[in-house]
């Protein structure tokens, strides 16, 4: 794509020109880190519409966590528009990483490792990300590793999380953003089983286009986040809401995830009415929405930690991540469900921050940390992979 090329081309240059105090010699022969000082990555993600540049180091300090939103760009195509969004990527990543530099206090030549997502995303935008990280680390002689995104949602709560509540391994995670609902069982840092996932849309997705079905604005977090919003009106503000019948849990015993169910439940609600909606019946099949999302999320985890009991595995810490984590009511829910299934033994259950719940490039610093600190990284010419499930990080 020539458009492309010559827009990866015109970042390069706007890239290095943003970098300052940039050593004149690097050799490209590296040695595992052994000294006291703590290890510091640039990480850099773009898989779909966010911008991001972030310094962490490996006393897990995150010195730096840059992220360029583009929610105005896209709110007019009802979801990411692929080439607008590459566009924007290409403008907006030079200045994301001079600014992460500059927040973290440090210069470019102070940066021991650079990493990057390689994928699962979309390919263009992945391809912003990548070439920035391979050209600086080429021209700087800087170490390279390439992070699985899905990974790096998981392993997040290893990096804000208080060391004494560390989740412990084995534990669950359940991964719930725009692209992907999975729960997985997390052996290792680079270990995963996938327990369940969704037999069509993702929770992000329905979220996003009930949103869009209900006429709510973006507003400056996306449609998901204005979708919670509606759901947290005061009653003592509201007239009487109308009676929505609940929303069933699709699969009922199987470790299977359908939100495209749940939003064909709402789109079919909405053509059966005879008027256009008002604010009240808004608020209220918003709410029925939500709920029923939480109580499939709910129903899906207790029947696999059932699962696993009935394996000999009593897990005791579940992680979850992705963007859609930074719902509140979703977090009660799930505390609640936990609290009710092992109300005799107490599950952990880890959020990452919410600024850090949505894409950010501290996540992918941080999950190719212990590939640095072990000397183990990739060549410049490592590829991308826009497809890659989380089962075969090391293939």
């Not at 719930?176 to 997390?186: D, E, F, K, R, V």
Request: with cysteine.
């Amino acid at each position: 794509m020539p458009i492309l090329e010559s827009g990866l081309r015109r970042q390069n240059v706007l890239l290095l020109r943003a970098l300052r105090d940039v050593p004149r010699t690097a050799h490209r022969t590296f040695r595992a880190h052994t000294g006291r000082r703590a290890f510091t990555v640039l990480g850099f993600e773009s898989s779909a519409d966010d911008t991001c540049a972030a310094v962490v180091t490996s006393s897990r300090q995150i010195l730096s966590n840059v992220v360029v939103k583009q929610y105005d760009l896209h709110e007019g195509f009802g979801g990411i528009h692929p080439s607008v969004a590459i566009e924007a990527h290409q403008r907006n990543m030079p200045g994301a990483v001079r600014m992460a530099l500059e927040q973290a206090h440090i210069r470019i030549h102070d940066v021991d490792g650079i990493a990057f997502t390689r994928g699962p995303g979309i390919g263009g935008c992945l391809s912003v990300g990548s070439n920035a990280a391979k050209s600086l680390a080429a021209a700087l002689g800087k170490p390279l590793v390439g992070v699985h995104h899905m990974q790096a949602h998981a392993l997040t709560p290893l990096l804000t999380t208080p060391t004494t509540d560390l989740p412990q391994f084995p534990f669950l995670t359940l991964l719930i953003s725009g692209g992907h609902t999975l729960l997985l069982l997390a052996s290792s840092l680079t270990s995963f089983q996938i327990l369940a996932t969704t037999a069509d849309a993702s929770i992000g997705r329905a979220f996003d286009k009930v949103a869009r079905a209900l006429g709510l604005s973006w507003g400056t977090r996306g449609p998901g986040a204005a979708l919670e919003e509606l759901c947290r009106m005061p009653n003592d503000e509201l007239e009487s809401l109308p009676d929505i019948h609940p929303f069933t849990v699709p699969m009922p015993g199987k470790l299977a995830f359908s939100f495209a169910s749940l939003q064909s439940s709402v789109d079919r609600h909405i053509s059966l009415m005879d008027e256009p909606l008002s604010s009240s019946h808004k608020i209220a099949l918003a709410r029925a929405f939500q709920t029923a999302a939480a109580r499939q999320l709910c129903a899906k985890l207790t029947l696999s930690l059932q699962n696993l009991e009935l394996k000999g595995l009593n897990v005791r810490d579940v992680v979850v991540s992705g963007g859609v984590a930074s719902n509140i009511f979703l977090r009660e829910r799930l505390r609640a469900a936990l609290d009710e299934y092992s109300s005799d033994e107490h599950i952990s259950l880890h959020f990452p921050p919410l600024e850090l719940c949505t894409d950010n490039a501290a996540m992918i610093a941080w999950a190719s940390m212990h590939r640095f600190l072990a000397g183990d990284y990739d060549d410049y010419t490592v590829g991308l992979r826009a497809k890659w499930s989380i089962e075969d990080i090391r293939v």
